[in-house]
């Protein structure tokens, strides 16, 4: 199974919210509108300074993932070998400001889990909510940290999956995969 439909299951695995609410199957010649996934970008501008940006995944293709299947709806933000991670962080988990070593989505599957990028910025991510997180290269701006602040929200445990794409190129831009 390639990568792009390893990623496409991983997530519909995750009961990311549905692409379409409708009450009746829509044939693939009516052609509905492309959808559209939020998510939020954690990256790093070319002085270094992380932000995180609300953005929209908007670049499908229709595709199917058998020969004898109907047709779907795909994105393939990242391609090649990835990782994944499944993380369970104890209730009140604090990480620390660090730094992303490799482009990863996060997925929080229970719990609400933060982060903040050093431009003040910071979002609460509840499950089924994505981050692409990559601050990969951020620079030190004095004795300001560097990188990101994450943690858990309230009493709970959060638990996460994460994809990590080893070869892939962090952009310097917000909302790449618009």
Not at 91 to 111: D, E, R, Y
């Amino acid at each position: 199974m390639s990568t792009r439909k390893r990623l496409f299951f991983l997530l519909g695995a995750l009961s990311v919210p549905a692409l379409f609410t409708t009450a009746r199957a829509i044939p693939v010649e009516d052609k509905p509108s492309f959808p559209t996934i939020s998510y939020w970008d954690n990256w790093t501008d070319p002085q270094g300074v992380t932000h995180l940006t609300k953005c929209k995944m908007s670049t499908f293709h229709e595709d199917s993932i058998a020969p004898d299947g109907d047709k779907i709806m795909l994105s393939s933000p990242h391609d090649g070998p990835a990782t994944v991670t499944m993380r369970v962080q104890p209730p009140h988990w604090k990480g620390g400001w660090n730094v992303s070593h490799q482009v990863q989505w996060i997925v929080p599957l229970s719990g609400i889990y933060f982060v903040k990028a050093m431009d003040g910025t910071s979002v609460e991510l509840n499950p089924g909510d994505i981050l692409l997180s990559e601050d990969v290269a951020p620079a030190s701006h004095g004795s300001d940290p560097k990188g990101h602040l994450s943690g858990n929200v309230g009493d709970a445990a959060v638990a996460l999956q994460i994809l990590q794409f080893g070869e892939a190129t962090p952009s310097h831009v917000s909302c790449q995969w618009q």
